[in-house]
C-alpha cells in the first residue's frame, strides 16, 4: 500500500470553541494522508488510476475553511475525511492545526 501525504494546507478559517475564534478566524494548516495501491497507475501512467492531487486538496481546503457541511457530531478533522470519502479517496489521516492563538 502506498502513502500519499498533502502537508501545510494553510487556510483561513472560522473554527473555535470562543466567539472570538468564530468571528474573527484565525490560520489553519491542514494535512492529509492517502493510502491507496499505485501499481496500476504506476504501470499504465493514466491520471484517474491515481490520486486527483488539485481534487484533495480543494476538498481539504473548503472543508477547513467552511461549517457548511459539518454535521453536529464531526470535528473539522472528521469533516474533511468525510467528504474525501465520499469523493472515494481512501483517506487514512487528517490533522488541522490551529497556527495562531487567540486570547
Not at 500519499?4 to 468571528?23: A, K, M, P, Q, Y
Not at 494535512?31 to 488510476?49: K, Q
Not at 459539518?70 to 469533516?79: K, M, Q, S, W
Request: hydrophobic letters at 40%; a neutral charge; aromatic letters at 6%.
Amino acid at each position: 500500500m502506498d502513502r500519499i501525504f498533502l502537508s501545510g494546507i494553510r487556510v483561513f478559517g472560522f473554527h473555535g470553541l470562543t466567539d472570538e475564534e468564530r468571528s474573527v478566524g484565525q490560520v489553519l494548516e491542514v494535512d492529509v494522508e492517502l493510502r491507496m495501491d499505485l501499481r496500476h497507475a504506476g504501470r499504465t501512467d493514466v491520471l484517474e488510476h491515481s490520486a486527483d492531487w488539485t481534487d484533495v486538496y480543494t476538498i481539504a481546503r473548503e472543508a477547513a475553511v467552511s461549517y457548511t457541511h459539518l454535521r453536529a457530531h464531526e470535528t473539522p478533522e472528521h469533516l474533511v475525511c468525510r467528504l474525501l470519502l465520499e469523493k472515494k479517496k481512501p483517506t487514512t489521516n487528517i490533522k488541522l492545526r490551529k497556527l495562531e492563538m487567540i486570547k
